[in-house]
T-cell receptor, first 113, second 112 residues
Framework: EPEVTQTPSHQVTQMGQEVILRCVPISNHLYFYWYRQILGQKVEFLVSFYNNEISEKSEIFDDQFSVERPDGSNFTLKIRSTKLEDSAMYFC???????????FGSGTQLSVL | GEDVEQSLFLSVREGDSSVINCTYTDSSSTYLYWYKQEPGAGLQLLTYIFSNMDMKQDQRLTVLLNKKDKHLSLRIADTQTGDSAIYFCAERNTGTASKLTFGTGTRLQVTL
């Protein structure tokens, strides 16, 4: 069964460093998403992406965050200068259409020290 | 804004039925989803229901939707130890079609 894959599974970084989280969405899907889950809190929407541009973003997704689809298969989330409060599990998801089911990857656990 | 709430913990005996409840505030929800998260794993889509349906059954899973009360439930029949996980309710509405709003998650513990 096709799945969304994320790398790395764990990422440790120093505060102020840039990190790039990588995702390979399901191949025929057109919509891509990033969500995050801070330990003990709800899963929160960050951003959605379609047709090579951001279609919606939350208040969390400020200027420190950016997304990119650098080629036909990868979808990345960059955090320019990480803060302690960026420590969370980051989930990538994709869907075939905007209204269809979201399929999530297994997440990248980001720890900012 | 949208809000989705769930109880935090449920403990059931193996073989019994589990019922996980969820309430939401947004009356324009179009789809409601149940996701399962096992330790160290991602979010696995279990089932979903469209807002014009009252019930959906899929093998051991039954989803009930009371749109008037904005209440969603997931019933797992013959609960097994492998069902132990966190279960998330999520809703999607027409206003923000590209995002899901998740509940806090209910940790289901299945005992022998």
């Amino acid at each position: 069964e096709p799945e969304v894959t994320q790398t790395p599974s764990h990422q440790v970084t120093q505060m102020g460093q840039e990190v790039i989280l990588r995702c390979v969405p399901i191949s025929n899907h057109l919509y891509f998403y990033w969500y995050r889950q801070i330990l003990g809190q709800k899963v929160e929407f960050l951003v959605s992406f379609y047709n090579n541009e951001i279609s919606e973003k939350s208040e969390i997704f400020d200027d420190q965050f950016s997304v990119e689809r650098p080629d036909g298969s990868n979808f990345t989330l960059k955090i320019r200068s990480t803060k302690l409060e960026d420590s969370a599990m980051y989930f990538c998801a994709s869907s075939e259409y905007g209204e269809s089911k979201l399929f999530f990857g297994s997440g990248t656990q980001l720890s900012v020290l | 804004g949208e809000d989705v709430e769930q109880s935090l913990f449920l403990s059931v005996r193996e073989g019994d039925s589990s019922v996980i409840n969820c309430t939401y505030t947004d009356s324009s929800s179009t789809y409601l989803y149940w996701y399962k998260q096992e330790p160290g794993a991602g979010l696995q889509l279990l089932t979903y229901i469209f807002s014009n349906m009252d019930m959906k059954q899929d093998q051991r899973l039954t989803v009930l939707l009371n749109k008037k009360d904005k209440h969603l439930s997931l019933r797992i029949a013959d609960t097994q130890t492998g069902d132990s996980a966190i279960y998330f309710c999520a809703e999607r509405n027409t206003g923000t079609a590209s995002k899901l709003t998740f509940g806090t998650g209910t940790r289901l513990q299945v005992t022998l």
